[in-house]
């Protein structure tokens, strides 16, 4: 199974922070069809093929990701997506 693992620093407050992720989550819901939703400072998304988190520390975003067997063949595409919209936001 693939995995992605991207840490991303921010300089946001919390607060800030939580809105740009969830902004985050929001266009890789659009892009990829993910589910997603908050538990605690972690936002967990999934759908077919795709389970992972978010999780929002102090000083950096930590993204995690397992990739089923078909969506593996994309992980190059998915983790540029996922950096092209962290450096967006943050």
Request: net charge negative.
């Amino acid at each position: 199974m693939a995995g992605i693992d991207i840490t991303h620093p921010h300089a946001l407050p919390k607060d800030e922070a939580r809105t740009a992720v969830e902004a985050v989550a929001k266009k890789l819901s659009e892009r990829f069809d993910l589910d997603y939703g908050w538990d605690g400072d972690v936002l967990n998304f999934n759908r077919s093929g795709v389970d992972g988190q978010i999780a929002l520390l102090p000083e950096s975003l930590r993204v995690t990701a397992k990739l089923g067997f078909l969506l593996s063949a994309m992980q190059g595409p998915i983790e540029a997506e996922i950096r092209r919209v962290l450096q967006d936001k943050f």
